[in-house]
């Protein structure tokens, strides 16, 4: 069984067995494929997401309810998720906040011979105590921040709206802010390598951020992960249409250029989720 294990509140990505199943149902059938699912950032950005957007239901945590979900699920050949089932309960709030957070998940599919296909696969999600607390301290929330209007569940990701999200830091802009927090990685700045990562994201109804996408080819030697660090850093009010919140898309160009100042990373280290 493949696991590939997460600190924190996630402790395993896996496929049911030795090999990634076909969807069952139309053409019901099953091999191996050439890469299994993924997360747009892999484990950092997965670690980010789960810091930023898991709200503990209050029942259980008053009652100090702990565990792991195990989610049985497809990823299509488009990245999103299907016919999800609660395979291992916790209690049925914390059930459905798993989902909750599983559906705002876009996936890199699984590829057979080139071709994107549908497979089987699972997840399991640790509700932690301790480790909630402390993301809770990190992030400065424990409920939604914005909740003085409906929220849209449809899921749908907009890009036009009558309010665009609104960068949420005061004392500098959002490009400001980006550049402020970017440190360039130590094995490109040796070796002199410079040039553009083309970004997309979106900025969910909490006004924090999900799946952060590289839309080139971006740039090497660490640039493409520190690109997304650092939108991931970023806050947000956010949109509105139609009297609601909704999931807006959003992109953005960080220019990696050693002409340009950036944040001190003379020690080669930037911090990760988790450190």
Wanted: charged share 25%; net charge positive.
């Amino acid at each position: 069984m493949r696991k590939l294990f997460y600190i924190l509140l996630i402790t395993h990505i896996s496929c049911f067995n030795s090999h990634i199943c076909l969807a069952q149902g139309k053409g019901s059938y099953s091999f191996n494929v050439d890469n299994f699912p993924d997360v747009y950032g892999g484990k950092e950005e997965m670690k980010r997401f789960l810091h930023d957007h898991l709200v503990y239901p209050v029942k259980d945590l008053k009652s100090k309810k702990e565990g792991t979900v195990k989610l049985n699920f497809i990823v299509t050949k488009e990245g999103k998720t299907e016919h999800i089932k609660v395979a291992e309960s916790i209690s049925p709030d914390i059930d459905e906040e798993a989902i909750r957070l599983l559906k705002l998940i876009d996936w890199i599919p699984s590829h057979k011979d080139g071709v994107a296909v549908n497979v089987d696969y699972s997840l399991d999600i640790t509700f932690s105590l301790s480790k909630y607390k402390k993301y809770v301290k990190e992030r400065g929330f424990n409920t939604p921040l914005y909740t003085d209007i409906p929220v849209d569940t449809s899921l749908n990701i907009y890009e036009t709206a009558e309010r665009s999200p609104m960068f949420n830091i005061t004392d500098k802009t959002f490009t400001e802010f980006v550049y402020a927090n970017l440190e360039y990685p130590e094995a490109a700045s040796r070796q002199g390598i410079e040039g553009n990562v083309k970004l997309s994201f979106v900025v969910e109804p909490d006004g924090q951020l999900s799946n952060i996408k590289i839309l080139n080819e971006g740039v090497a030697a660490g640039c493409n992960n520190e690109a997304i660090r650092v939108i991931g850093l970023t806050k947000w009010k956010p949109a509105i249409r139609d009297g609601k919140y909704v999931r807006y898309r959003m992109s953005f160009t960080m220019n990696f250029s050693l002409k340009n100042s950036f944040k001190d990373n003379s020690n080669g280290s930037q911090r990760t989720w988790g450190q």
